[in-house]
Structures are given as C-alpha cells and as structure tokens.
C-alpha cells in the first residue's frame, strides 16, 4: 500500500508540473471505481481458515478474484489515459498468480531489497505468496524487482499497472477544456465569426 501512495503522490506532482490541479480530479469520471478499494481491501486481508478447505487454495483464489475485479475496472475506463497501462499489467499478475497458484517471490530480490526475513517466512509457504522455486513458470514477470528504499519487491506487472495510474492521475488534474472532451465551441466560435 505504500508504494501505491507513493506512486499516486508521483502523478500528483506530475500533474503539478504539467499545470494541472487537484481539484480537477473529481471532473473525472471513472466507472466502477468502488471496485478498487474492494479488490485492494481483499488482498490485503489474510485468508480465512474455513472448515473443510485449504487455506492456500482459499488464499490464491481471493487473490485471483480481487485481481479479476481491478481487470474490469481497468477494462471499463480502457479509453482514459493511464487505463491501458493499468489493464496490461493487472493482467500480467493475473496471468502468473493463475499459473503459479500464488505469486513466487524471488528470495535474492527480497535481499537486495532489505527484506531478508521475509525470505525465512515465505519458506514453505503457501497461497497467496511463495518463495520462487524451479517449479514455478513465468518467473521474469513474478515479484523479481526489488525497491530497497521500500524493502519490497514488485513485478513486472506491477510496474506497469503503478504506471498508469502515475499517468491518469497526472492526466485527470489538467484542467477539463483541455482534455479534449468537445472541440464544438471553438468550431462554433469560429464559424460565427466568418460574415
């Protein structure tokens, strides 16, 4: 969560540098928006252990879910800038999460990132994260970039989705007019005053 504030203080200060302000992000629209906090809300919770079930399997298909819920809202809003950007990368995540049952993070990124005793807790685990093994598949797209000033490490996807919402957030402060959601006033400025 504090990379995502992070990246959205950086489209924050983009804005700012391109003229924009912040009171011009809520002339923006985004359809199905209260589905990110939701999706982000369940990856944040630990799976519950019910009765009869794997914690694991219950664990990666929540993961899968809330990754599913941030696909449509990426898909709904693919036309404003940033939207795209954010629509490849969650994909990207859904794609390894789906294909590995869980996330594989890469022990020597954790180290570099200053996390090594995340290394030790991941060790045996299961669900929605695991330590990398020569069992997993797709690994240059897992959690393999490490961020030491943070101590975490991000994947491709990642990248990609934290780079549109960098984008749209610096998008969505510039001012309404210049967005160019109608170019029809100015037409007919012009054509009232031809004689």
């Known amino acids: 969560m504090l990379v995502l504030a992070l990246i959205l203080a950086a489209g924050v200060l983009a804005g700012y540098a391109f003229g924009g302000r912040l009171r011009h992000l809520s002339t923006v629209r985004v359809r199905w928006w209260w589905l990110a906090p939701i999706a982000l809300g369940i990856q944040a919770l630990p799976a519950p252990a019910l009765p009869g079930t794997r914690a694991d399997l219950l664990g990666v298909g929540l993961l899968l879910g809330s990754f599913g819920l ?11 800038p940033g939207f795209a950007l954010m629509l490849v990368g969650v994909a990207m995540n859904l794609v390894v999460i789906a294909a590995n049952r869980g996330m594989p993070v890469s022990a020597s990124a954790l180290r570099r990132a200053g996390a ?38 991000l994947s491709a996807g990642d990248v990609v989705a934290y780079g549109g919402v960098a984008v ?28």
């Open 70 to 80: 941030l696909l449509v809202l990426a898909a709904a809003n693919v036309r404003q």
């Open 168 to 195: 749209f957030v610096a998008w969505a402060m510039r001012r309404p007019a210049r967005r160019g959601r109608s170019r029809a006033p100015r037409r007919a400025r012009r054509s009232g005053t031809r004689r």
């Open 116 to 153: 090594a005793e995340s290394v030790a807790e991941l060790r045996g685990a299961e669900g929605k994260h695991h330590l990398a093994t020569g069992d997993d598949v797709l690994v240059p797209l897992t959690d393999v970039i490490p961020v030491p000033g943070l101590r975490v490490v």
